[in-house]
């Protein structure tokens, strides 16, 4: 799958958001019937040296703007930190050129202390992705932390967090023409989708 990409951007080893982002990988990977899930870029592994004073050219920076340019499909992944997305995802974000995202399907995905800040996604994450370019947007995932409990050593999502994931794969998922027959129905005036580039998923599985 390597046309599609995980970004992390927790600065915790063992993250909420990481395991949100493996649930939606987990699935992703099901849907698409492949046995590995997606490449992941783990944000707190890349040089933080580099990546506060601007520098696009360390050679682990280097490797993961390349792979963001090879994917179709990025799921980006982040806690909540003082009503937005975390500094260090806005550090990685900052050493990517300018249209990075250009062409590209998003899926933010978030975890939250509380609802408190539910819309922190769309009022500060997704303006900065449409300013990478990116016009392909989906709705955010959203999830508390009592939606991922602790299961063992693992958070893991209740019932109605992973019915919404499920959803958020099937829409990923929904061909182009599905899709513009369902928005065209509602009365609201909606881009269709043709006009968007469209999630070749087909292309993502032979790839992988
Ligand atoms: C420094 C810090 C600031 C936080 N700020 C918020 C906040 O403003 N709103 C919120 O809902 N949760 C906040 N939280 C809670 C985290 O978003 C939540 O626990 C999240 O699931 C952590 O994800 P992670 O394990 O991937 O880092 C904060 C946590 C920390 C450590």
Redesign the pocket.
Known sequence: MSRILSL?????A???????LAEMEGRLAAALDVPQPPRRVVLRELPAAALLAGDAAAAPIVEAIAALREARLVLV????????Y?GLLKAFLDVLPQDALRGKTIVPL?????????L?LDYALRPVLAALGAHDIRAAVF???AQ?PLHADA?RPVHELGLRLDRAVADLLEPAEAWAARVEARPVAVVPRARIPALDVIEARCSA
């Open positions: 992390l951007g927790s600065p915790s063992r993250s909420r958001s990481g395991a949100l992944a982040t806690p909540i930190y003082k009503a937005a975390s978030a975890s939250g202390g509380s609802l408190a800040h539910l922190a999830a508390t932390d991922l958070h």
